[in-house]
């Protein structure tokens, strides 16, 4: 009997420490990844010297937006009192096209100018660069890798009426954590929004933690990511899985351009072979050879160009 007792009282005891476990491991990964200590570090003067570093194509196009004030500041407020911060910055002559540029995790709106030199320097479009919650410019303490972000975006897609004249015709270029919210806005019903270029998005949030946490820590799915998942919905109102780019894509009927490294181990290369094939026509899909994450304009920056000006050509001519 008191045998019986001492295991039962081990058994609560050892389920204790499991539970006191995956309670501190779940808080510990979810602001791990959604609060990291370098989420603002990279500020505005160091990016644009680094953007003048690895891309020294855009210099004087830079230098030419600075000398004649064309980069400009624009702000809205969220529901719940955030200021969000953009740079916009008008086509050399008016016209409707614009593009949407979006930046990846933990980097901010003014690191996206490469991207934009192809479609104002290049294509005459108008350019609006915002910077997500907790990102850059903008106010917030929670990274929301792209979910949440896709609402605030919504609103930056009117504010580009308000700003370069009503009706706009939009395009959608995301990188990275940008990627993604570019693939969940074109499963939206947003009419200004044309069409779309992603550029290394993940498939779901749940499938890019996951990835990380197998890569960085050698674990598992089960049981961390689902108690992470539940904490994240109860504090923060959303869940990993729900935040589904794959869901999305199925659903869209407008063209999304798919650019992927084919060595992108952090977004790894599968990925965008399941958005691809989820995503029904119209579609177009180039594997970048021997480029790792978020590397493709860095590696091959005139192939880059030509791709995405051919893409926005054939579908927002």
């Given at each position: 009997?008191?045998?019986?007792?001492?295991?039962?009282?081990?058994?609560?005891?050892?389920?204790?420490?499991?539970?006191?476990?995956?309670?501190?491991?779940?808080f510990t990964m979810l602001?791990?990844?959604?609060?990291?200590?370098?989420?603002?570090?990279?500020?505005?003067?160091?990016?644009?010297?680094?953007?003048?570093?690895?891309?020294?194509?855009?210099?004087?196009?830079?230098?030419?937006?600075?000398?004649?004030?064309?980069?400009?500041?624009?702000?809205?407020?969220?529901?719940?009192g955030r200021q969000l911060h953009a740079f916009y910055v008008r086509a050399p002559k008016s016209t409707a096209k614009t593009?949407?540029?979006?930046?990846?995790?933990?980097?901010?709106?003014?690191?996206?100018?490469?991207?934009?030199?192809?479609?104002?320097?290049?294509?005459?479009y108008n350019l609006l660069l915002p910077d997500m919650q907790a990102h850059g410019e903008s106010d917030g303490e929670v990274i929301q890798m792209g979910w949440k972000d896709c609402i605030d975006i919504k609103r930056w897609s009117q504010i580009a009426d308000v700003i370069f004249g009503n009706k706009t015709r939009q395009v959608v270029h995301g990188i990275s954590m940008g990627g993604f919210m570019t693939m969940v806005l074109a499963g939206e019903d947003i009419p200004q929004m044309e069409a779309f270029v992603d550029d290394c998005g993940y498939t779901s949030v749940w499938d890019e933690f996951a990835n990380e946490l197998k890569a960085s820590f050698g674990l598992s799915e089960f049981p961390l990511?689902?108690?992470?998942?539940?904490?994240?919905?109860?504090?923060y109102g959303w869940s990993f899985g729900e935040a589904d780019a794959v869901k999305k894509v199925r659903n869209s009927e407008k063209?999304?351009?798919?650019?992927?490294?084919?060595?992108?181990?952090?977004?790894?290369?599968?990925?965008?072979?399941?958005?691809?094939?989820?995503?029904?026509?119209?579609?177009?899909?180039?594997?970048?050879?021997?480029?790792?994450?978020?590397m493709s304009f860095y590696t091959y920056p005139e192939e880059y160009a030509v791709r995405v000006v051919n893409f926005c050509w054939k579908y927002l001519h």
């Open positions: 009997m008191r045998t019986g007792k001492i295991i039962r009282y081990s058994l609560v005891g050892l389920l204790a420490i499991i539970v006191g476990v995956l309670i501190i491991g779940s602001d791990m990844a959604l609060k990291p200590t370098y989420g603002k570090g990279r500020d505005l003067e160091g990016s644009l010297a680094r953007i003048r570093k690895d891309y020294p194509h855009t210099i004087s196009w830079i230098d030419s937006l600075q000398t004649h004030e064309a980069l400009k500041d624009t702000f809205i407020t969220t529901d719940d593009a949407l540029l979006l930046h990846g995790y933990t980097d901010r709106a003014i690191r996206m100018l490469p991207i934009g030199y192809i479609y104002h320097h290049l294509m005459g990511m689902y108690t992470t998942s539940l904490l994240c919905k109860i504090r063209p999304i351009f798919f650019i992927h490294g084919d060595k992108d181990r952090y977004v790894p290369t599968h990925m965008v072979h399941t958005l691809y094939d989820a995503k029904p026509q119209p579609k177009e899909l180039w594997l970048t050879p021997g480029v790792e994450h978020a």
